[in-house]
T-cell receptor, first 115, second 115 residues
Framework: GDSVTQMEGPVTLSEEAFLTINCTYT??????LFWYVQYPGEGLQLLLK?????DKGSNKGFEATYRKETTSFHLEKGSVQVSDSAVYFC??????????????FGQGTILTVHP | GAGVSQTPSNKVTEKGKYVELRCDPI?????LYWYRQSLGQGPEFLIY????????DSGLPNDRFFAVRPEGSVSTLKIQRTERGDSAVYLC?????????????FGPGTRLTVL
């Protein structure tokens, strides 16, 4: 079945540091890939997505590129801010077969950014 | 416009009791999903509705769990004979359709605690 593996956290960085959170996946067919973020006290919200190979999703300075050859969708940001402190989830949505677009999530990575 | 809403936000119950959790999706969204999120984990799929019908209930852990969406809008997740292991945050999400590329919008969740 489909699965998502994220780098284990927590990740602690200083403000303006470079961020990478690794994500790899296993899936049949041609899934879409997502990064969701959960800020403290808030619900899950979509950060960015890519729907086909080599697509790059971007939002709020974050980027991730859909790499089919390495089955990866790593999240990057060049300069993190304290306000980026949150839990980040990599997910895949697979419309193939009977999946009906349900999302399969990684376990989440806690990011803490210090001033 | 209004996002996905879930009630109650918190539910504390005793082992063996019956609970109902409600989800109001975004108006016009035909696809509705239930997920369960245990502490420190990513959300896990429970059930998917397209309109009134449950198109995929493969994630329901056992026959104590049941969900309905009688008019294709509001959905209720029902748990019979609750067990301590059912304690988790139950998330509802909706999207325009069941395609894997459609963004799913999540509600704030219901935190269920079974004593």
């Amino acid at each position: 079945g489909d699965s998502v593996t994220q780098m284990e956290g927590p990740v602690t960085l200083s403000e303006e540091a470079f961020l990478t959170i690794n994500c790899t996946y296993t899936a049949t067919g041609y899934p879409s890939l997502f990064w969701y973020v959960q800020y403290p006290g808030e619900g899950l919200q979509l950060l960015l997505k890519a729907t086909k190979a080599d697509d790059k999703g971007s939002n709020k300075g974050f980027e991730a590129t859909y790499r089919k050859e390495t089955t990866s969708f790593h999240l990057e940001k060049g300069s993190v801010q304290v306000s980026d402190s949150a839990v980040y989830f990599c997910a895949l949505g697979n419309a193939g077969g009977t999946s009906y677009g349900k999302l399969t999530f990684g376990q989440g990575t806690i990011l803490t950014v210090h001033p | 416009g209004a996002g996905v809403s879930q009630t109650p936000s918190n539910k504390v119950t005793e082992k063996g009791k019956y609970v109902e959790l409600r989800c109001d999706p975004i108006s016009g969204h035909t696809a509705l999903y239930w997920y369960r999120q245990s502490l420190g984990q990513g959300p896990e799929f429970l059930i998917y509705f397209q309109g009134t019908g449950a198109a995929d209930d493969s994630g329901l852990p056992n026959d104590r769990f049941f969900a309905v969406r009688p008019e294709g809008s509001v959905s209720t997740l029902k748990i019979q004979r609750t067990e301590r292991g059912d304690s988790a945050v139950y998330l509802c999400a909706s999207s325009l359709g069941g395609d894997g590329g459609n963004e799913q919008f999540f509600g704030p969740g219901t935190r269920l605690t079974v004593l």
